[in-house]
């Protein structure tokens, strides 16, 4: 077999520390110099060059809970998101099994965005040709950015909401063997990614703030690897509660509710293959209007932050973090503590998946849909939308009928494309999900051994 090309291990993404100090200077140097330099690879990681998670930790001034809501930062990854991550993650696997070959196949990525744009970029950067099929409603910025990297689009009609059309058309595509897909929704290198690396990085996110503790963890599903994460904190921390986060207008996990929405990558009618309801705890729901709000409060509003009492510094830190999703896991972050009636010392974990880059077009859109978005404007929206956020709409899933609800939506979702019911069963136990994730360790050895 072909030698792999040079990339990390699950480990060395978790720890970049790790790696040979040349190696990961060299690294760190392209980070800003060249990002298609193929040692960005060994960037794909949580931690800064300090090898401090990056993170930051809102003020209760904004949140209006003493409880600390922790926002891991997605936007320091090589791509501008975390889902370069699991992208590079299932390339590599298949390239460890030799199931993907160099210069015979040619890689389809199902996405919405941002892991559209993260196989772009990992198949530039491994040297192979890359379509990201995606909905045509997208912010054209998403699209610029696939196409910046080299990538080919494959759109399908409809938004957010109706990537059940990108899935179709992706299998469709894969009758062809030229073709292989980084399935994030379906395929458990994301999850593992996502429970090794996205979840032991936030539990050492926590050292040192409040209880050193991870009271609860919210991630909006997409694909639902990020909310993989939990089943590391849970391992961490039993007593921590997991929360999957949905638009109000598509509440499909809460209530089978189908509608459209505009949170680009989050909230698409389905219950994806990869995720473990198992740990999920809670379904809250979050209006998408409020996650353009919030994010053009902290994209233009410092003054409106600052006469809540958030230090002006601090906000204009904020100006470039956050993406729709990342204001929707916040909200999330604070109705969950709000929920739970967690205090002083309490923390709630939740990622910012992207920044603001790919999103002028959606700020754009909003200042067109209203008359003005005057500064009192934005003091009125942020007193509602982060001080005012209740904790209504906030589902329990504790109870074996509630997660039933969602074994039956994975069942409708999932053998029409023709997974059997009884693999499907299979994931009714929590040793499906650590079987899964033990793999870890053979990928490690494997993508050490193949790249030496």
């Known amino acids: 077999m072909a030698k792999i090309p040079f990339g990390p291990t699950y480990d060395e993404m978790l720890d970049p520390g790790l790696l040979d100090g040349g190696l990961r200077r060299r690294a760190l140097a392209a980070l800003t110099a060249d990002e298609l330099d193929p040692v960005n690879l060994f960037n794909i990681t949580w931690r800064d060059g300090a090898g401090e998670v990056r993170r930051l930790v809102l003020p209760p001034a904004l949140t209006g809970v003493d409880a600390n809501i922790v926002v891991l930062l997605g936007n320091g990854f090589p791509s501008g998101s975390h889902k370069v991550g699991p992208a590079y993650a299932t390339l590599i696997e298949g390239l460890a099994d030799g ?143 997991v ?60 003054d409106t932050l600052a006469k809540l009492g958030v230090a002006r510094a601090f906000a204009l830190g904020l100006r470039d973090c956050f993406g729709p999703s990342g204001i929707c896991n916040v909200l999330g972050a604070i109705k969950l503590a709000k929920f739970l009636r967690l205090g002083p010392g309490d923390n709630v974990v939740t990622v910012a998946t992207d920044g603001f880059d790919r999103y002028q077009s959606v700020l754009d859109e909003l200042d067109g849909r209203y008359l003005e978005t005057a500064p009192a404007v934005l003091d009125r929206w942020a007193g509602d939308i982060f001080l005012g956020a209740t904790e209504g709409q ?56 193949l790249r030496a």
């Open 99 to 241: 199931a993907i070959i160099p210069g015979e196949h040619t890689i389809l990525g199902p996405s919405t965005g941002n892991f559209g744009i993260g196989t772009a970029y990992i198949a530039k950067l491994l040297g192979f040709r890359a379509i990201v099929i995606m909905p045509d409603t997208m912010s054209r910025e998403r699209y610029e950015r696939i196409r910046k990297y080299g990538g080919e689009l494959e759109l399908t009609p409809g938004s957010e909401s109706d990537v059940i059309l990108t899935l179709q058309r992706t299998h469709e595509l894969m009758k062809n063997p030229q073709y292989k897909a980084l399935a994030q929704f379906e395929l458990f290198p994301n999850y593992r990614f996502h429970r090794h690396v996205t979840g032991s990085s936030a539990v050492a996110a926590v050292k040192g703030i409040g209880n050193g503790r991870i009271a609860g963890f919210t991630s909006a599903p997409g694909s639902a690897g990020t909310i993989a994460a939990g089943d590391q904190i849970k391992a961490a921390f039993p007593e921590a509660k």
């Open 243 to 302: 929360a999957a986060l949905e638009p109000y207008e598509c509440s499909t996990l809460a209530n089978g509710g189908c509608g459209q929405h505009r949170i680009e990558g989050i909230g698409d009618k389905m219950c994806t293959l990869i995720h473990n309801v198992l740990t999920t705890d809670f379904v809250i729901l979050v209006r998408d209007e409020e996650t353009v709000q919030g994010l053009k409060i902290f994209r233009d509003g410092t």
């Open 394 to 449: 906030v589902y329990d899933f504790r109870r074996a009928a509630m997660k039933e609800r969602l074994f039956a939506q994975k069942e409708s979702d999932w053998l029409k494309f023709g997974y059997a019911k009884d693999f499907l069963d299979a994931m009714r136990d929590q040793a499906f999900w650590d079987g899964e994730y033990a793999k870890v360790g053979h990928y490690n050895e494997r993508i050490a051994a």
